[in-house]
């Protein structure tokens, strides 16, 4: 998706490692918001940064953090996985926080916690 | 294979008829509605937007229309092609300083 990548595209991870997936924006967006998507679920927001080291958090942050020390980048770190956050996770970006149009996901980051 | 599909209620459609996609959004206050549209191993793609001043909204092919008496919000897409196989999800924003808020999705199935 133009203006937004996100990496890895996929990942394999024993339970109890720490992981961060990465979110890069090059749109200077100032809202930007980690998503995971599952099965019966759809997507469910995570966290969310409206600004430089400003985050929030969303419906289902336990066992998440986020940071974002620039407005281009905004990771995720799940600091001791767990199988339930098996999912597929998306970051999206937006100039304002509904977004004018909606929001820009990226394509995805597929993570398995083995 | 799109394993966040699996428990999805399914609307299959002849190719060339219209799809009507439903949606009963939670929150009587939220004043804007999107829909997106999901392809399998995408990220969600904005399809329309409509306001909550507005009851009905054209673009290209997709028309959204909003009850608020009902909560209710619908996408139909004309003359359904198979490129238009994909998840629809709509999302609802309750104000102007709140993330939006996504249902759980509705796949269409295309049948050629």
């Known amino acids: 998706d133009a203006g937004i990548t996100q990496s890895p595209r996929h990942k394999v991870t024993e339970t109890g490692t720490p992981v961060t997936l990465r979110c890069h924006q090059t749109e200077n967006h100032r809202y930007m918001y980690w998503y995971r998507q599952d099965p019966g679920h759809g997507l469910r927001l995570i966290h969310y940064s409206y600004g430089v080291k400003d985050t929030d958090k969303g419906e289902v942050s336990d066992g998440y953090s986020v940071s974002r020390s620039k407005t281009e980048d905004f990771l995720l770190t799940l600091e001791s996985a767990t199988s339930s956050q098996t999912s597929v996770y998306f970051c999206?970006?937006?100039?304002?926080?509904?977004?004018?149009?909606?929001?820009?996901f990226g394509s995805g980051t597929r993570l398995t916690v083995v | 294979g799109e394993s966040v599909g699996l428990h999805l209620p399914t609307l299959s459609v002849q190719e060339g008829d219209n799809s009507i996609i439903n949606c009963a959004y939670s929150?009587?206050?939220?004043?804007?509605f999107i829909w997106y549209k999901q392809e399998s191993g995408k990220g969600p793609q904005f399809i329309i937007d409509i306001r909550s001043n507005m009851d009905k909204r054209q673009g290209q092919r997709v028309t959204v229309l909003l009850n608020k008496t009902v909560k209710h919000l619908s996408l139909q897409i004309a003359a359904t092609q198979p490129g238009d196989s994909a998840v629809y999800f709509c999302?609802?924003?309750?104000?102007?300083?709140?993330?939006?808020?996504f249902g759980k999705g509705t796949r269409l199935s295309v049948i050629a």
């Open positions: 999206a970006i937006s100039a304002n926080q509904q977004g004018n149009y909606g929001y820009t």
């Open positions: 999302a609802e924003a309750y104000s102007g300083n709140t993330p939006l808020v």
């Open positions: 929150n009587s206050a939220s004043d804007y």
